[in-house]
């Protein structure tokens, strides 16, 4: 079965500072990998997601997430953070081997002060 | 165009009432999800409808609950006689691409659901 970790609960960054939110997740294949981020009141937007390929993935927002397959990590990143990236950050991971349904982690929500 | 639509956006209802809560997902999209999101918790899978075969049900918490979708598009999730337990943000999404897991799903600004 398919899982997702995300450790951090709450991140606390001030704005400008770099910010990497950690996601690592437990799959048998290659796995397809998303990051998603949810505003206050709104639905989820997907920020970037992973399939095969080049291990760096560049999303929207200047948002960009590496695929670590030896560490089972695919952790988001961004170097500098602005006071509008505060949100909710959920990484899923879907399944190559025929599941249709992503697994979602519980969401690292990212406080970001002046 | 125009994205996800759910309403209502809040619903407050008493224990033991029905409720029923409305997806209208992109026009065209054949894949349609149904997720409930409790305060602190990430979001669980209730049901996936994939085109014109039989939906996906494992997730649904009991048998209170229950969705359907009519001609390929608009969706309904129904929670019977619901409990505070109940209470949440459910969220309905869409995807393009018909069992395919690679799918963006587009998420709607969901139902936020208390039950007093």
């Known amino acids: 079965a398919q899982s997702v970790t995300q450790p951090d609960i709450h991140i606390t960054v001030s704005e400008g500072a770099s910010l990497e939110l950690r996601c690592n997740y437990s799959y048998g294949a290659t796995p397809y990998l998303f990051w998603y981020v949810q505003s206050p009141g709104q639905g989820l937007q997907l920020l970037l997601k992973y399939f095969s390929g080049d291990t760096l993935v560049q999303g929207i927002k200047g948002f960009e997430a590496e695929f670590k397959r030896s560490q089972s990590s695919f952790n988001l990143r961004k170097p500098s953070v602005h006071w509008s990236d505060a949100a909710e950050y959920f990484c899923?991971?879907?399944?190559?081997?025929?599941?249709?349904?992503?697994?979602f982690g519980r969401g690292t929500s990212l406080i970001v002060h002046p | 165009g125009a994205g996800v639509s759910q309403s209502p956006s809040n619903k407050v209802t008493e224990k033991g009432k029905d409720v029923e809560l409305r997806c209208d997902p992109i026009?065209?999209?054949?894949?349609l999800y149904w997720y409930r999101q409790s305060l602190g918790q990430g979001l669980e899978f209730l049901i996936y409808f994939q085109g014109n075969s039989a939906p996906d049900k494992s997730g649904l918490p009991s048998d209170r609950f229950s969705a359907e979708r009519t001609g390929g598009s608009v969706s309904t999730l129904t929670i019977q006689r619901t409990q505070q337990e109940d209470s949440a943000v459910y969220l309905c999404?869409?995807?393009?691409?018909?069992?395919?897991?690679?799918?963006?799903?587009?998420f709607g600004p969901g139902t936020r659901l208390t039950v007093l």
């Open positions: 899923a991971v879907g399944g190559a081997g025929g599941s249709y349904i992503p697994t």
């Open positions: 026009s065209g999209h054949t894949a």
């Open positions: 999404a869409s995807s393009a691409l018909l069992a395919e897991p690679r799918g963006e799903q587009f």
